[in-house]
């Protein structure tokens, strides 16, 4: 079953933008993970939060946790159209050590 | 260069005819696994493995097996493929520090199965 569920599901934004996209799951983890994936390619890790963080940051993405409310948020600031792509969370439980997935957001940036 | 490699990246079948889909790394991690994607369903995990000789079903197991002889490969076998296994799979690894960490994922294989 899938534990992440991303929203929205599409995101379309002017390029110079800041794009939010959110990302909830349901059990208890150890830590969720953020990846992008261009146009049905490879997907590539973007950055990792573990459950005892709050808030992480590289370069242009910042991402939060809130563990309480078992939701996560990725923002990306001054968007580029090369950030055009398909956003995931992939949740990795505290007891075991399965990777769950979200359906992801697609975010289109125009210039 | 480090990297996952699948093999091959597209592939044509009919049911029932078996096939072999492997995955190789060269960074020594010892999480390998194995991932189905579908439109709207994004990524589900189908098997994964701990390291050598150790495996275990992920969410969609169901008509797959794998084996992990050497730490470097981890090949994922379809032995009677019917049209529902036509997907986009991907093969990914890891170190593991106590916990599952950042993954690397190979270009991705594309099945269809007449």
């Known amino acids: 079953s899938q534990q992440g569920e991303e929203d929205p599901q599409a995101l379309s934004i002017q390029e110079g933008e800041n794009a939010t996209m959110n990302c909830s799951y349901k059990?208890?983890?150890?830590?969720l993970q953020w990846y992008r994936q261009n146009s049905g390619r490879g997907l590539v890790h973007l950055i990792l939060?573990?459950?005892?963080?709050r808030e992480k940051h590289s370069g242009r993405l910042r991402v939060t946790l809130d563990t309480s409310k078992k939701s996560s948020s990725l923002l990306i600031t001054a968007s580029r159209a090369a950030d055009t792509a398909s956003y995931f969370c992939?949740?990795?439980?505290?007891?075991?050590?399965?990777?769950?997935f979200g359906a992801g957001t697609t975010v289109t940036v125009r210039a | 260069e480090a990297q996952v490699t699948q093999n091959p990246r597209y592939l044509i079948t009919v049911t029932g005819k078996k096939l072999t889909v492997t995955c190789s790394q060269n960074?020594?991690?010892?999480?390998m696994s194995w991932y189905r994607q579908d439109p709207g369903l994004g990524l589900r995990q189908i098997y994964y493995?701990?390291?050598?000789?150790?495996?275990d079903k992920g969410d969609v197991p169901e008509g797959y097996k794998v084996s992990r002889k050497e730490k470097r490969n981890f090949p994922l076998i379809l032995e009677s493929p019917s049209p529902n296994q036509t997907s986009l799979y991907f093969c990914?690894?890891?170190?593991?520090?106590?916990?599952?960490?950042?993954?690397?994922f190979g270009p991705g294989t594309r099945l269809t199965v007449l």
């Open positions: 990914a690894s890891s170190f593991i520090r106590e916990v599952v960490n950042e993954q690397f």
């Open positions: 059990t208890s983890i150890n830590n």
């Open positions: 939060i573990r459950s005892n963080e």
């Open positions: 493995s701990m390291n050598v000789e150790v495996t």
């Open positions: 992939a949740t990795v439980r505290s007891n075991d050590y399965k990777l769950s």
């Open positions: 960074m020594n991690h010892e999480y």
